[in-house]
């Protein structure tokens, strides 16, 4: 059974950074491009950004980029996704997914997510 789980989320003031973790089991996150998403309240899913398997090409949404960085530890079979100088917009849901490709179709389609973690909450407020 694939199992994703993000950690990492929480409450944080304007401009202070995160660290989410995507941990996964039942699947070998190395032969699959593993994204971010997240969902603000009344708003849709929406791609975060992305990191392929095997050069591990990485893909950012304009409106995280110079902000987010995402990296991949093969060997602890996890993704995380460094967030910096956060805004109150970039308060959501925020989902891992594994896709079912080894490269990252970006922005990559809902269509293509073999397995969704459960989300963490990010909340960016004063």
């Known amino acids: 059974q694939v199992q994703l789980v993000e950690s990492g989320g929480g409450l944080v003031q304007p401009g202070g950074s995160l660290r989410l973790s995507c941990a996964a089991s039942g699947l070998s996150l190395d032969y699959y491009a593993i994204g971010w998403f997240r969902q603000a309240p009344g708003k849709e899913r929406e791609g975060v950004s992305c990191?392929?398997?095997?050069?591990?090409?990485?893909y950012y949404a304009d409106s995280v980029k110079g902000r987010f960085t995402i990296s991949r530890d093969n060997a602890k079979n996890t993704v995380s996704l460094q967030m910096n100088n956060l805004k109150p917009e970039d308060t959501a849901v925020y989902y891992c997914?594994?896709?079912?490709?080894?490269?990252?179709?970006?922005?990559?389609?809902?269509?293509?997510?073999?397995?969704w973690g459960q989300g963490t909450q990010v909340t960016v407020s004063s």
């Open positions: 997914a594994a896709s079912m490709t080894s490269y990252c179709a970006w922005p990559t389609p809902q269509r293509l997510i073999r397995s």
């Open positions: 990191i392929s398997s095997s050069y591990g090409s990485t």
